[in-house]
T-cell receptor, first 116, second 111 residues
Framework: DAGVIQSPRHEVTEMGQEVTLRCKPI?????LFWYRQTMMRGLELLIY????????DSGMPEDRFSAKMPNASFSTLKIQPSEPRDSAVYFC??????????????FGEGSRLTVL | GNSVTQMEGPVTLSEEAFLTINCTYT??????LFWYVQYPGEGLQLLLK?????DKGSNKGFEATYRKETTSFHLEKGSVQVSDSAVYFC??????????FGKGTLLTVNP
């Protein structure tokens, strides 16, 4: 079975450009999470969707970040305009159950973003 | 809120050495506890978990016991292999959706 699929795996862009990261969760999972990983801050939860609805976006750094989940099989994380401090690995994860109840998250391989 | 503190790395061991990575948590109530592992270039994957006090989670030779009295969930393995080289994350989860991760501990095992 396919796991969580993220694209692109690597993105290098210039400051000010728009970046769109994509995620396809595991089929049947109803919770989706976007995380950011940096050396300085570790793993940070950016946003959590349940049944395609954003439940908690308190981790989104600022208005330059937005996330959508138009259907159960697709989500995007957009940064516009991008800045060098956004350079990080962005992970998408999905899980099954109400409120991700089991605690077992299935992670994608991540999208490594470098903003020059 | 919940928080997780794990020992800072990096940890470097020789093959067949004993491994301990310390993890303590603070939480209201009784969280579920987890260890996740991240191999180079990959996403995190669940290694083991424990959902109540005195439970022992185990997988692939790794073990961790949920100790309520010391609010700890230390990861141990009796004999590490080169293939165990990875970053290990301790995590806790309360009654809601939020999984709180520690900062991760890099383990390098040399042959």
């Amino acid at each position: 079975d396919a796991g969580v699929i993220q694209s692109p795996r690597h993105e290098v862009t210039e400051m000010g450009q728009e970046v769109t990261l994509r995620c396809k969760p595991i089929s049947g999972h109803n919770s989706l999470f976007w995380y950011r990983q940096t050396m300085m801050r570790g793993l940070e939860l950016l946003i959590y969707f349940n049944n395609n609805v954003p439940i908690d976006d308190s981790g989104m750094p600022e208005d330059r970040f937005s996330a959508k989940m138009p259907n159960a099989s697709f989500s995007t994380l957009k940064i516009q305009p991008s800045e060098p401090r956004d350079s990080a690995v962005y992970f998408c994860a999905s899980s099954l159950g109400t409120s991700g109840s089991t605690g077992e998250l299935f992670f994608g391989e991540g999208s490594r973003l470098t903003v020059l | 809120g919940n928080s997780v503190t794990q020992m800072e790395g990096p940890v470097t061991l020789s093959e067949e050495a004993f491994l301990t990575i310390n993890c303590t948590y603070t939480a209201t109530g009784y969280p579920s506890l987890f260890w996740y592992v991240q191999y180079p270039g990959e996403g995190l994957q669940l290694l083991l978990k424990a959902t109540k006090a005195d439970d022992k989670g185990s997988n692939k030779g790794f073990e961790a016991t949920y100790r309520k009295e010391t609010t700890s969930f230390h990861l141990e393995k009796g004999s590490v292999q080169v293939s165990d080289s990875a970053v290990y994350f301790c995590a806790s989860k309360g009654s809601n959706y939020k999984l709180t991760f520690g900062k991760g501990t890099l383990l390098t095992v040399n042959p």
